[in-house]
C-alpha cells in the first residue's frame, strides 16, 4: 500500500483497480475482467443491472430512509418476498445490514429463548467477525479473534461425523449454527445426511438449528436456500450478501413458534430495513424469478462440474455457483494466471482450492472462457 494512503493495511489488494463494472465484467483500463467471485458471492445479478439501477433511482426519490420507528410498506413487502422465497415455515423476518450481524442476533435469541449458553459450529464454519459470530467461527478465537473470551461456551462439530452428532448435542446445547456449504472453507458441502441428524438431534433435545445462508442464499446452490436440498427447515435462518445485490443488507428468519416470546425492544437496528435496502431486496427476488435464475445455475454448474477435471484442476466440490476447484498446484498461483487472462476467480481457507462465486446472469460462452484458459494452463 502506498505510504499515502489513509486506508489501514489489513487487505491484500489483487494486482489491479476497477473503474466501472458491466453485467459480469470488471473494468480496468482497456481490461474486460470476467468476474467469477462476485465480490465475495454479494453480485448476485452482476454489475449495472437495469432492474437494480432503476429501483435505487425510483427509490431515493421518493424515500431515502426512515427508521424502524415508522412502518413502511416498501418493507412489509420485501418480508413478504423473501418469507414467499424461503423454506415454508420461516415466517417472520427481522432486517439488519451484515450477514455477521444477522448471525449475532440469531446466536443471542438462541441463548435467551433455551435459556442455555452452549453453542456448536461446524470445524472449518465462518459466521463472521464480530463477538459472537467470530466466536463459533473456526480457528477464530487464538488467531484473530481479540475479545478476552466469548460470549458463551463453543464447541465444533468435524465435518460429515454422525457420532460426534449424537455424542455433542445434548440438552445443554442452545443452538447448532452451520454453512450447508462451507464457503470460505472451500466450497465444502456438508453431506445431506449429516445436515439432517443434526436437525433430528437438535429437535431431541431442543436445541435450535440456524442455517447460515449468508453466502448460500438466494439462488446460488441451485435452489432458494442450500438448505432446502438436505430436506431440512431451520429454526433460524439467515441471509446476506446478494440478498440487496451489492447495497448492504441482511435478514434473520424464524418461525412464528420461536419469535412468540419476543416484545418490543428485544430487538433493534438503526439502518435494517430502511426503505431502500426494502426496495432492493424485493427487486433482487423479483428478477431471480422472473428471470429464472436458479435454473441458469442449475444448468451452467452442471457444465463446469462435468468437465472436471480439467487442466489444474483434480476435483471439484460445492453446489450451485459456489463451487470449490481442488487443484494441483497452490490456488493463489491459478488465480494470478487466470487473471493474466482476464478472469476472477476467489482463492479460500484451503490453499488447494479456488473458489467459483460468479453472478447468477453467467452466460454459457463465460463458462466456456474460464475452461478454455483451464485447459491452456495445462496440469503442469
Avoid at 36 to 42: N, P, Q, R, S, T
Avoid at 103 to 132: Q, W
Avoid at 303 to 314: D, K, N, R, S, Y
Avoid at 336 to 358: F, K
Wanted: with cysteine; aromatic share 6%.
Amino acid at each position: 500500500m502506498s505510504s499515502s494512503s489513509h486506508l489501514l493495511d489489513v487487505y491484500p489488494y489483487l494486482p489491479f483497480r476497477p473503474e466501472s463494472a458491466e453485467g459480469v465484467y470488471l473494468m480496468a483500463g482497456n481490461r474486460r475482467i470476467i468476474d467469477f467471485y462476485g465480490g465475495h458471492a454479494v453480485a448476485g445479478l452482476g454489475y449495472g443491472h437495469p432492474d437494480i439501477v432503476r429501483t435505487i433511482e425510483t427509490q431515493a426519490r421518493r424515500l431515502f430512509f426512515q427508521s424502524n420507528a415508522v412502518a413502511l410498506e416498501v418493507r412489509e413487502e420485501a418480508a413478504r418476498r423473501l418469507v414467499n422465497f424461503a423454506p415454508q415455515g420461516l415466517e417472520l423476518v427481522f432486517f439488519v445490514n451484515s450477514g455477521a450481524e444477522a448471525n449475532e442476533n440469531a446466536l443471542r435469541l438462541a441463548c435467551r429463548v433455551t435459556g442455555r449458553s452452549r453453542i456448536l459450529a461446524i470445524e472449518h464454519g465462518f459466521h463472521g467477525r464480530t463477538a459472537a459470530a467470530a466466536a463459533v467461527t473456526w480457528s477464530a478465537v487464538g488467531k484473530w479473534y481479540g475479545f478476552p473470551r466469548t460470549p458463551f461456551d463453543v464447541d465444533f462439530i468435524p465435518r460429515n461425523d454422525s457420532a460426534a452428532v449424537a455424542a455433542m448435542v445434548d440438552a445443554s446445547v442452545a443452538a447448532v449454527i452451520l454453512e450447508p456449504v462451507q464457503g470460505q472453507a472451500g466450497a465444502f458441502d456438508l453431506d445431506a445426511g449429516f445436515l439432517r441428524e443434526i436437525a433430528a438431534a437438535c429437535q431431541r433435545h431442543g436445541a435450535l438449528l440456524i442455517a447460515d445462508e449468508i453466502q448460500t442464499g438466494m439462488g446460488r446452490c441451485g435452489a432458494p436456500f442450500a438448505i432446502e436440498l438436505a430436506g431440512v427447515r431451520p429454526d433460524m435462518l439467515t441471509v446476506a450478501k446478494s440478498l440487496g445485490a451489492g447495497f448492504p443488507c441482511s435478514a434473520l428468519m424464524m418461525t412464528r413458534e420461536l419469535a412468540a416470546s419476543l416484545k418490543h425492544g428485544d430487538l433493534g437496528t438503526t439502518f435494517g430495513g430502511g426503505p431502500l435496502a426494502s426496495a432492493l431486496m424485493s427487486t433482487v427476488i423479483e428478477v431471480i424469478e422472473r428471470d429464472r435464475l436458479i435454473d441458469n445455475v442449475q444448468v451452467l454448474s452442471r457444465e463446469i462440474i462435468e468437465a472436471m477435471p480439467l487442466g489444474p484442476v483434480e476435483a471439484v466440490q460445492g453446489k450451485g455457483f459456489l463451487l470449490g476447484l481442488r487443484c494441483r498446484r497452490p490456488a493463489r498461483q491459478l488465480l494470478e494466471e487466470l487473471l493474466r487472462r482476464d478472469i476472477l476467480v476467489g482463492t479460500s481457507a484451503d490453499p488447494a482450492v479456488m473458489r467459483l462465486l460468479p453472478p447468477l446472469t453467467l452466460e454459457r460462452g463465460h463458462v466456456h472462457a474460464l475452461l478454455n484458459a483451464l485447459a491452456d494452463i495445462g496440469p503442469g
